[in-house]
């Protein structure tokens, strides 16, 4: 089942309904997300950054319980927040322009660092998870490799932390999506009026366009051909991403349509997960369903309680999404992750991070990886020796075996990686030497 998940800047509940019928299912309570901090963890459950809080809180809704499960209390207000695939790691941007990384298996803060001048504005991951896109009111878009950030050795000989850094928005970023593959485009918007098509690997701008109102929620066909700009008109405007020709019109360069039924602000956008379906949510507080071809609505949704901010698309089991019993209820919401940390642990901070990865022995699957730290591992090693019993030392042995081996590869994975880093830096070396004299190419 296809469920479209909607979130307001007020006091109010997260709406969810069936994209295929719009019967309501559920609504999570007492809810006040920014835009961009309400994110699905793995497709398991709901976490959101709240406002009107003076500190930062995360809230974590189960997918069967209206009522919150866990609620963490941070240093500082946190706006966006983005999860891995596998929903294995979550990151929240800070208003004073700190990133924060956390394990959901723990809950522990592995790593936090100053990213931006300004407030983070939108996070996303790529799509293996191991590069962080991040987008900020000072104008700025950054791109983090996250294999290298927990390299403070590293890190002390360089520069700066980032990889990559966009500086041609004007105003705040406002929205950002991400093309396929490993070699992404990336799509950028902003208070500027602009959006702005970037090249990965080339670190290159290919294409901007110039919108007649503030873009603020931005989505592109599952084909990468078209734009879709929310704007703060109510207009949702269609743009061409990669045609040679430019296109004209009198919207502007490159646009090529709009989308009008809005009354207010057009504050979020998503595509939906199966045919060629465009899913708006405004601050009139009603989500559209548009079939992106034809231009019509297929669908309204109205939330009714506040304006909508963000809307998420995520597949669900029919079951999964019906509210259990009270009993049952918190039998579910025992299995979810502990609340993020606040600070990060001293002895993190001295021994380093170690990430490493242990199948579970049912498991079918690459997605049904478990992804914990060493220090997890070590947690569970001194809980079974306090058991003192027979079984307990054989357990503690599996683990001490398990632990040895893991960290083993881990050391393995980063020597292939600094080998394949220096293998591609003498290769584009080599190239630039044997370039063709005209500048041709060949």
Not at 36 to 47: K, P, Y
Request: aromatic residues 8%.
């Amino acid at each position: 089942m296809e469920v479209v998940v909607a979130s307001s800047s007020v006091e109010a509940d997260i709406a969810c309904w069936d994209f295929n019928t719009g019967a309501e299912l559920l609504r999570y309570k007492s809810c006040a997300s920014p835009n961009h901090g309400l994110v699905s963890v793995g497709d398991r459950f709901l976490a959101s950054s709240q406002l009107r809080q003076t500190n930062g809180s995360v809230k974590y809704w189960a997918l069967s319980k209206p009522q919150p499960d866990a609620k963490s209390s941070q240093d500082e207000p946190i706006k966006p927040l983005a999860a891995n695939r596998e929903g294995t790691y979550v990151v929240g941007g800070g208003v004073s322009g700190t990133i924060y990384l956390w394990e959901v298996t723990s809950g522990r803060l592995l790593k936090k660092w100053d990213a931006h001048y300004r407030a983070v504005s939108c996070l996303k991951f790529s799509d293996d998870g191991t590069i962080l896109f991040s987008g900020s009111e000072d104008g700025e878009i950054r791109v983090w490799n996250l294999v290298t950030i927990f390299d403070d050795h590293q890190s002390q000989h360089e520069k700066h932390r980032y990889l990559l850094s966009f500086t041609e928005h004007s105003l705040s970023v406002t929205d950002m999506v991400l093309g396929f593959g490993y070699d992404p485009i990336i799509v950028s918007a902003s208070e500027d009026r602009t959006c702005k098509i970037w090249s990965f690997s080339r670190e290159t701008l290919l294409r901007n366009i110039v919108f007649p109102t503030i873009i603020d929620a931005i989505a592109m066909d599952p084909g990468e051909n078209l734009l879709f700009a929310g704007g703060r008109d109510g207009n949702i405007y269609v743009a061409a991403l990669n045609t040679a020709r430019t296109a004209s019109s009198k919207y502007g360069m490159h646009i090529l349509n709009r989308f009008s039924n809005h009354s207010k602000a057009v504050t979020c956008l998503a595509w939906g997960l199966s045919g060629n379906y465009l899913i708006s949510g405004s601050e009139d507080g009603v989500v559209r369903v548009w079939d992106a071809k034809t231009a019509n609505i297929v669908r309204v949704l109205k939330h009714a309680k506040g304006p909508v901010n963000n809307i998420l698309v995520i597949r669900q089991q029919v079951s999964q999404m019906i509210p259990n019993s009270q009993a049952s209820s918190r039998r579910h919401g025992s299995s979810l992750p502990p609340p993020l940390e606040k600070r990060i642990y001293e002895a993190d901070k001295d021994a380093g991070f170690k990430a490493v990865i242990g199948l579970q022995d049912t498991c079918s699957k690459s997605t049904d990886a478990v992804f914990v730290t060493s220090d997890v591992m070590e947690r569970q090693i001194r809980e079974l020796q306090q058991q003192g019993s027979a079984s307990a030392e054989m357990e503690i042995e599996r683990l001490k075996l398990e632990s040895k081996k893991c960290i083993q590869m881990v050391q393995q994975w980063k020597k292939m990686y600094d080998n394949l880093h220096q293998f591609c830096v003498n290769e584009l070396v080599d190239g630039d030497k044997g370039g063709a004299p005209n500048g041709n190419a060949p």
